[in-house]
């Protein structure tokens, strides 16, 4: 699944800067995109959000330039509303696109109603998702746990991702600076949300760095010496064969990666199988969402969507891992009978040195341990 979303992604940047730049400049900026991608790329549906991000802010960025309206921009909202929690990305950036028009004085009210139009219909269309207006909500509910999410601290400085989402915002702003390129106030102001995006948090540099990947392409066309050609059929299909072997190659080379799973305790798979359906397992965090995929017949306490959680329950969690009365008293609490837990974690020290349980299974790092009988 992650190489499908990959592709669309990254055919996605492309198409949003190739409307603005040439073959090079969106090879460039795609690659760019890429990288600062690369904290966020996993089997998570966030992957194709940074795609989206990417033809919403090419397509308001056209329909700043003639006032048309992008009708086809309202199912994609739907569509992408339906697909993950960054969807509200999209009517952010229809929100400055509309308040950049007004603010520019350059046009009144009548020649923009159409585009307000628009975006009014895209925060409509979310509402009509299968989860309706409730999920509006989870921009909030999201908001209460993301101090326990590492994804959702501020982003390193030092790290690559930021670094290179950093530099596709520099870049053209130099260029302003120095007359290379005349920015109009909406992509300014594109600019400005792409920066707000990449220093919010690790989660969403990568959503930053594609908001902006149209500006970008459009900073840097100025430099070529020829103006941007349209695009040929040879580089349609180039391009749609460029992926669909990317895709095949990646198909090949699944089976070998899934068989050589590492990190994971995939060693106590045949014990973790015999435990009783509907088991409840104390698991590691890092082990949670891996347990909740291969052995669904069990039931671990907290998995990886800690947005699902209340705040409350994720602290008691993490006293849980830290070790000492709390592991032993949590575990009591919540009714587990096993545990599946790092070897000399605290938590597993915790367990092992209490009488009621002990120790079914230890493999390569990781120990499944039950309620002694």
């Known amino acids: 699944m992650l190489p499908v979303m990959a592709v669309a992604t990254l055919a996605g940047i492309y198409v949003a800067a190739r409307r603005t730049g040439d073959i090079l400049v969106s090879t460039v900026v795609t690659g760019a995109a890429w990288i600062a991608m690369a904290g966020s790329l996993s089997i998570r549906p966030q992957v194709l959000s940074f795609g989206f991000a990417a033809v919403t802010a090419s397509a308001w960025l056209q329909s700043a330039t003639d006032l048309r309206p992008r009708w086809w921009l309202v199912p994609l909202t739907w569509v992408w509303a339906c697909w993950h ?31 307000m139009v628009v975006g009014g219909l895209c925060i409509l269309a979310s509402a009509l998702t299968p989860a309706g207006p409730a999920l509006w909500q989870a921009p909030i509910e999201v908001a209460g746990v993301a101090g326990f999410l590492e994804e959702w601290q501020r982003p390193s400085v030092f790290s690559v991702p930021t670094a290179a989402a950093g530099i596709m915002l520099v870049t053209p702003l130099i260029l302003a600076l120095s007359r290379q390129w005349r920015p109009t106030f909406v992509e300014l102001a594109l600019m400005a949300l792409a920066a707000v995006l990449v220093v919010t948090s690790a989660r969403t540099v ?12 459009s900073a840097l066309q100025g430099l070529l010496p020829e103006p941007r050609r349209g695009h040929s059929r040879g580089q349609v299909v180039t391009l749609a ?29 045949a ?23 291969s052995h669904p017949d069990v ?8 947005e699902l959680y209340r ?20 575990a009591a609490r919540h009714a587990c009978t096993a545990a599946l837990l790092r070897r000399d974690s605290p938590a597993e020290r915790a367990l092992s040195s209490d009488r009621a349980w002990h120790t079914i299974a230890a493999r390569d790092g990781w120990v499944l341990l039950g309620v002694a009988p």
């Open 271 to 293: 014990h973790i199988s015999q435990l009783p359906t509907s088991t409840v397992v104390c698991a590691d965090a890092q082990a949670s969402s891996w347990l909740l995929w």
């Open 206 to 217: 990568g959503l930053g760095a594609a908001t902006v990947a149209p500006v970008l392409a």
């Open 311 to 330: 705040p409350q329950d994720l602290e008691a969690y993490l006293a849980f891992e830290a070790g000492g009365p709390p592991t032993v008293e949590f």
């Open 241 to 269: 064969l460029g992926s669909a072997l990317g895709l095949a190659a990646a198909a090949l080379l699944a089976p070998s990666a899934a068989a050589g799973q590492t990190g994971m305790p995939v060693a106590l798979d």
């Open 299 to 306: 039931a671990p306490v907290v998995d990886g969507r800690f």
């Open 85 to 115: 929690g960054m969807w509200t990305t999209g009517l952010a950036i229809a929100l400055v696109v509309v308040v950049a028009l007004m603010w520019s004085h350059r046009h009144n009210l009548d020649t923009i109603r159409p585009l």
